[in-house]
């Protein structure tokens, strides 16, 4: 087994713009988040994924980036983003830089030269076809914000390809230039002392040539174009060519954000053999297609989770490395997706979630605020949306028939990207002592409860629990190295599995419900060690009930258990 720094850290993304701003202007920044170091270093987490801090117009919050070695105004200067690297250094927390490539704005100087003529040095750097005989758009494939994925430029009579936004251009990944300007970038970010990249959508970057019509579903108006675009001929040769000019030269963490990811892929992507990336990014556990597309207004269930988290715990077994997330900038709050957010069950829930990722294997990702168990937003109008997928959203079901605004609303306001860009909930102050001007987007009204200050100090809050979490993982390396596997594979309602390395056992035990559960201990575990437990605890033996989303972790040592040295 390959040992890696990556691998044995636990990961916290910040989101800058809702994490801690230092100047009253109701946008986080770079010196909030230097302010708020000291914080992370008690939580113990060893890496921040920084989400976009570059030069950018935010029609997408910074995923549309207009110069890559800048810093965006709102957020500060690069003396300010130095200062931050140097302080987190300083207290042994590393720092990973979001890498948009596949697109970069359309204020970006190559796209503003691009669309300047048709022999412009870099027209090529962009994806530009003729509209067909009749005018319209060379294929018919949907962008994945709404909207067609192509633009017509009126200057030079041709269209540009946009799998997101038209103000996201996507980069020409066939045109070598291309692949260096974005190489020597990369390196420069490395030669500041950076940690690593996250790779936004690197999954898009190679599309199949001819760029073929995609495939209509019943009611949509634009075609699909993933399977033109995802994992296409040549994103595996343009990643190892990426990891011998950049990679392969530092000691990084890599994460590929790779949409529609399979086992096979990821095998690929994440190979042991360390040709491309440290780890990938699936997605299969938190995009259950139920409702509307990804539109749903339904907690996931313990099935739907287990299943998925346990196939790619099993099929990535020495082949690739997992990474362990329940939400991100793009999804909703955790303990409301796939917990229970409720007064009742918020913190016992946060913690079990907490419990069954952090066990597994893997390198598990806190999204800023999980650590509190935040929770959904509750919104109740339209005009409280800020994120363009969930503005454009009603317009792509509702508008067009597929789904009347009754049924689609609860879905929007379940799934919405905002849900987690609300600010981060630091004390019961005014507009949770993020800002002390008008926050860019509301605050959770439950932070008056809800909040880093109320937590740090009590010993049995999700914050507290999180650092006991994140100090076992340190501790004993079966959490991070062992074998998993799955025992009760169909009970409806305990998620339990095993770790297993060497002499070493571990059992993760949860009760993914709102109800009592019954479980039975293996007699192997009986007299191991309990190393957490969310709700108190005290008997682990033999016939159990446990309470509503009641988790413990067991560890062993050889076959005498008990208060074992380690
Ligand atoms: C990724 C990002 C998302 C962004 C999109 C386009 O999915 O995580 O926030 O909107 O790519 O860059």
Same mark, same amino acid.
């Given at each position: 087994m390959n040992k890696a720094w990556w691998k044995e850290a636990v990961v916290y993304q910040v989101y800058p713009r809702s994490f801690m701003d230092s100047d009253g202007d109701g946008v986080g920044d770079i010196k909030g988040i230097t302010s708020r170091l000291d914080y992370l270093r008690e939580l113990g987490i060893d890496v921040i994924w920084l989400s976009p801090v570059y030069k950018s117009p935010n029609y997408d919050n910074g995923y549309d980036i207009s110069d890559y070695q800048d810093i965006m105004d709102e957020f500060g200067t690069m003396a300010d983003f130095d200062e931050m690297l140097a302080e987190a250094h300083a207290r042994g927390i590393k720092v990973v830089m979001d890498l948009v490539v596949n697109h970069s704005s359309f204020q970006h100087k190559w796209f503003v030269e691009s669309r300047k003529s048709k022999d412009n040095p870099y027209r090529d750097f962009y994806i530009w076809r003729d509209p067909k005989e009749d005018g319209s758009r060379p294929n018919n494939w949907g962008a994945w914000f709404g909207g067609p994925a192509w633009t017509l430029d009126e200057a030079t009579g041709q269209y540009y390809l946009h799998l997101f936004t038209p103000q996201q251009p996507d980069l020409n990944w066939d045109n070598p230039k291309v692949r260096d300007a974005v190489f020597d970038m990369m390196n420069w970010w490395c030669e500041k002392g950076i940690d690593g990249f996250r790779m936004d959508v690197i999954s898009l970057i190679s599309k199949v040539p001819g760029l073929p019509d995609g495939e209509k579903a019943p009611g949509a108006v634009y075609g699909k174009h993933d399977p033109y675009t995802v994992h296409g001929p040549h994103v595996h040769e343009y990643i190892k060519e990426m990891n011998r000019k950049v990679l392969s030269k530092y000691d990084l963490l890599t994460v590929g954000e790779t949409a529609g990811v399979t086992v096979e892929q990821a095998a690929k992507y994440a190979n042991v053999d360390g040709s491309e990336l440290g780890m990938v990014f699936q997605f299969e556990h938190v995009e259950s297609e139920r409702k509307f597309g990804k539109w749903t207004d339904e907690p996931e269930t313990i099935g739907f989770v287990r299943e998925n988290l346990s196939k790619w715990q099993y099929d990535l077994e020495g082949k690739a490395w997992n990474s362990l997330f329940l939400d991100n900038h793009d999804q909703p709050r955790a303990v409301s997706h796939f917990g229970n957010d409720s007064e009742e069950f918020r913190e016992a829930s946060a913690k079990m979630l907490a419990t069954m990722l952090h066990m597994m294997k893997g390198t598990p990702y806190i999204y800023q605020g999980q650590e509190l168990g935040m929770t959904n937003y509750p919104f109740t109008d339209v005009s409280e949306f800020r994120d363009i997928e969930s503005i454009n959203a009603c317009r792509e079901w509702v508008d067009t028939g597929r789904a009347t605004y009754e049924a689609f609303w609860p879905c929007l306001v379940f799934k919405s990207r905002d849900n987690a860009r609300? !600010?981060?909930?630091? $004390? $019961?102050?005014e507009n949770a002592g993020f800002t002390t001007g008008t926050p860019w987007i509301n605050v959770n009204p439950n932070y008056k409860t809800v909040n880093a200050k109320a937590q740090m100090d009590d010993p049995n809050s999700v914050f507290s629990y999180y650092k006991k979490l994140l100090t076992l993982r340190k501790r004993y390396d079966v959490i991070v190295y062992g074998r998993y596997d799955l025992i009760m594979k169909e009970d409806p309602q305990v998620f339990a599995y095993t770790r297993t390395m060497d002499e070493k056992r571990l059992l993760c035990v949860c009760n993914y419900s709102d109800k009592q559960a019954a479980f039975e201990l !293996? +007699?192997?575990?009986?007299? +191991? $060690?309990? &190393?957490?437990?969310? &709700?108190?605890?005290e008997n682990v033996s033999g016939g159990m009930t446990l309470k509503p989303y009641e988790c413990f972790v067991l560890y062993g040592y050889g076959k005498r258990y008990g208060n074992m040295e380690i």
């Open positions: 609300t !600010p981060m909930q630091w $004390d $019961d102050s !293996p +007699a192997e575990f009986e007299g +191991a $060690d309990c &190393l957490i437990t969310n &709700l108190g605890r």
